[in-house]
T-cell receptor, first 113, second 114 residues
């Protein structure tokens, strides 16, 4: 069965600095990978996905993520963080023949002015 | 249609009572999913529908839980004889299969069992 690990509960960065939120996964076969963001008392908002093709995917709000098959990672990155990026970020994985999308426990990103 | 709608946003109920939540997906989406999220955790899959057919249920979905999507549009999730451990955010999502790979989530229904 597929699983996702987000090793950091909390990431703190200063505004304007680059940010990275880490994600590693475990699946049998090739995965579909996703990043979602959640603001307080809200549902999850889709940021980006990797399905196939180019390992570097670009998404909403200037975020990008790199699929690394050898390291089974899909880290979320942004070159210059904004205070408004402060939120809870979830990595998710689906196996290609499975409709069960598994989420990590989430990483709380705080961007300080 | 601007997204997935869930009703109510918040529900407080006494232990032992039944509750029902509603989800209205994006109209052209044929798949609808229910997830549960507890504090400090990521969403956990409960069940999903393709049109009106319930195709998969998680072992998390005990016999006190039932979900329906009678006409392949909106869905309801009912919890009977609620327990304090049922307190969570219940999230609904929809997608268009096979074109879309990601899900569009609603804002969720926060259930508190007292």
């Amino acid at each position: 069965a597929q699983s996702v690990a987000q090793p950091e509960d909390q990431v703190n960065v200063a505004e304007g600095n680059p940010l990275t939120v880490k994600c590693t996964y475990s699946v049998s076969g090739n995965p579909y990978l996703f990043w979602y963001v959640q603001y307080p008392n809200r549902g999850l908002q889709f940021l980006l996905k990797y399905i196939t093709g180019d390992n570097l995917v670009k998404g909403s709000y200037g975020f990008e993520a790199e699929f690394n098959k050898s390291q089974t990672s899909f880290h979320l990155k942004k070159p210059s963080a904004l205070v408004s990026d402060s939120a809870l970020y979830f990595c998710a994985v689906r196996e290609r023949n499975n409709n069960d999308m598994r989420f990590g426990a989430g990483t709380r990103l705080t961007v300080k002015p | 249609d601007t997204g997935v709608s869930q009703d109510p946003r918040h529900k407080i109920t006494k232990r032992g009572q039944n509750v029902t939540f509603r989800c209205d997906p994006i109209s052209e989406h044929n798949r609808l999913y229910w997830y549960r999220q507890t504090l400090g955790q990521g969403p956990e899959f409960l069940t999903y529908f393709q049109n009106e057919a319930q195709l998969e249920k998680s072992r998390l979905l005990s016999d006190r839980f039932s979900a329906e999507r009678p006409k392949g549009s909106f869905s309801t999730l009912e919890i009977q004889r609620t327990e304090q451990g049922d307190s969570a955010m219940y999230l609904c999502a929809s997608s268009l299969f096979p074109e879309n790979y990601g899900y569009t989530f609603g804002s969720g229904t926060r259930l508190t069992v007292v």
